[in-house]
C-alpha cells in the first residue's frame, strides 16, 4: 500500500480541526436556543422517581405511533400495497419518537418531528387521494406538543423561527390556504407563551417570598441576639451601679467631690439600664421574654450529651480553659455550636459531627464538621438550606471576630469561626 504524502497528513487534520469547529458551533447554536435546563417538578407531578410529565410524553408517543402504524397500514392495503409494509412502521415510530425528548430537549425534539413529517409527506404524497400528512393526525399532535416545549423553554427569536418555518412548511410543502397554516403555527405557540408568562411570574414571585423569609429571618435573628446581649450587658452595668452606690459606705473617709462622683456613675448606670430596657421592649414586639439566665460555653458539654442521648453521634474536644472568657463570647459560642448540630442534624442525619473548641489568649475558635449522610432515604426533596448561617455570621461580626462556612472535600460541610476577645485572666 502506498504511503500517504506529508500534505495529505496535514489536510486531514485541518478537515478534522473544521468539522470539530463546525460541530462545536452548531451544538452551541442549539444550546443557545433553550433558556434554561428542564426545572425540577413540583410534587404534584412526581410519584417518587417517576416523572409523571415524561411517562405521560412516552405513553403519548407509544399511542401516536400505533396511530400512525395503523392509518398508513390501511391506506397501504387499499391501493394494493405500493409500499413495504415495515415503511408504515418505521414512519409511525419516527414521528412520534420526538416526543419523548421534547421536555428535555425542545428544540431538538421540534427539529426531528419538522424534519420526519417532511419525511412522511414524501411518502404519504405517493399514494393517489391521500393529501399529505394532513392523512396523518397522530403525526401533527406530536408536531403541535413539540412545538408548544419550544413556545414554553426556548427564547423568543428560536419560537419565532419555528412558527414561520411552520407557516411555510404547511404553505409551500402541504399546499394549505395561508389562514390554516398561520392558525396552526399561531394556537400552540400562543398557549405556549401564555403558559411561559405565567411560569415565570410565579418563579418571580416565588423568590421574592423566599427574599423576604431570609429577610425576615434574619430580622428576627437579629432582635434575638440583641436580647441575648441585652441580658449580658444588664448584669455588667448592674454591678457597677451597685458597686458606685457602695463604695462611699466601703471606703472610708471617701471625700465628699469622690462620693459625688460615685454618685453620679451610679446614677449614669441606672439610665443607661433604664434606655436599654426601652429599646428591648421595641425589639420584643410584645413577645414573651425568656427568663432564663443565657447559656454560656460552659454548657457546651450539656448540649453535646443532649445530642448524642438523641442518637447523633458527637465527637467533642475543648483546648484550653473557659474561665475569664466574656460573656457576649460565650453565649455567641454556645448559639453557633446550637445551630451548627442543628443543620448537621438536618441535612445530615446520621453524619458523624466533630465539634472542636480551642481556647487562644485573645480569642475562641470553633470548628463543626459532620460527614455525609448515611441515611439519604430521610432527606427530603424540600430540604434546602436555612437561614442559620446568616445569624452565625450575624453574632461573629458584631463580636469583631468571623465566621466561614461551606462543603469539604471529602463530603459533608463545615462551620469555622473566630470569636476575639481581651483576655482579663
Known amino acids: 500500500m502506498p504511503a500517504r504524502p506529508p500534505y495529505a497528513e496535514g489536510m486531514s487534520s485541518d478537515l478534522r480541526s473544521r468539522t470539530t469547529t463546525l460541530r462545536s458551533r452548531i451544538t452551541a447554536t442549539i444550546q443557545a436556543g433553550v433558556t434554561e435546563p428542564p426545572t425540577p417538578r413540583s410534587p404534584r407531578l412526581r410519584r417518587g422517581r417517576l416523572d409523571l410529565v415524561f411517562a405521560a410524553d412516552v405513553l403519548t408517543a407509544i399511542i401516536c405511533a400505533a396511530i400512525t402504524w395503523g392509518t398508513l397500514a390501511t391506506g397501504n392495503a387499499q391501493h394494493h400495497g405500493p409500499h413495504n409494509p415495515g415503511l408504515a412502521f418505521l414512519i409511525g415510530l419516527l414521528t412520534s419518537a420526538p416526543l419523548v425528548l421534547r421536555t428535555a430537549y425542545p428544540l431538538t425534539a421540534w427539529s426531528a418531528s419538522a424534519l420526519t413529517l417532511f419525511f412522511a409527506s414524501l411518502v404519504v404524497s405517493s399514494y393517489s387521494a391521500l393529501g399529505g400528512v394532513a392523512y396523518l393526525p397522530a403525526a401533527l399532535v406530536v408536531y403541535v406538543l413539540c412545538l408548544y416545549a419550544v413556545a414554553v423553554r426556548c427564547k423568543p427569536w428560536v419560537v419565532i423561527v419555528a412558527a414561520v418555518v411552520t407557516v411555510l412548511g404547511a404553505v409551500t410543502v402541504e399546499q394549505q390556504p395561508t389562514v390554516t397554516a398561520v392558525a396552526a403555527a399561531a394556537i400552540p405557540v400562543a398557549v405556549g407563551v401564555i403558559v411561559r408568562v405565567r411560569r415565570g411570574n410565579r418563579e418571580e414571585l416565588e423568590v421574592a417570598e423566599r427574599r423576604h423569609e431570609g429577610e425576615r429571618a434574619l430580622l428576627e435573628e437579629r432582635q434575638r441576639i440583641a436580647r441575648e446581649l441585652h441580658d449580658v450587658v444588664a448584669h455588667h452595668m448592674s454591678l ?17 467631690a469622690v462620693s459625688a462622683e460615685f454618685g453620679a456613675i451610679s446614677d449614669a448606670a441606672r439610665d443607661a439600664l433604664s434606655d436599654m430596657r426601652r429599646l428591648l421592649g421595641v425589639l420584643r414586639n410584645d413577645e414573651a421574654a425568656a427568663r432564663a439566665p443565657q447559656p454560656q460555653i460552659e454548657q457546651i458539654a450539656e448540649l453535646i450529651d443532649t445530642a448524642r442521648n438523641a442518637g447523633v453521634p458527637v465527637d467533642y474536644s ?78 461573629a461580626v458584631l463580636l469583631g471576630g468571623a465566621l466561614t462556612a461551606g462543603p469539604v472535600n471529602a463530603g459533608g460541610f463545615s462551620v469555622s469561626a473566630v470569636l476575639p476577645f481581651t483576655d482579663t485572666s
Open 240 to 256: 457597677i451601679a451597685v458597686q458606685a452606690e457602695t463604695a462611699r459606705y466601703r471606703i472610708n473617709e471617701v471625700p465628699d
Open 318 to 395: 475543648l483546648d484550653g480553659a473557659v474561665d475569664g472568657i466574656p460573656s457576649a463570647v460565650g453565649v455567641c459560642a454556645y448559639r453557633i455550636v446550637q445551630e451548627a448540630l442543628s443543620n448537621a442534624t438536618r441535612h445530615a442525619p446520621g453524619a458523624n459531627v466533630s465539634v472542636q473548641i480551642h481556647r487562644d489568649r485573645d480569642a475562641v475558635r470553633l470548628m463543626i464538621t459532620n460527614g455525609t449522610s448515611r441515611s439519604v432515604a430521610l432527606l427530603r426533596e424540600d430540604q434546602g438550606p436555612g437561614h442559620g448561617l446568616a445569624g452565625m455570621r450575624e453574632r
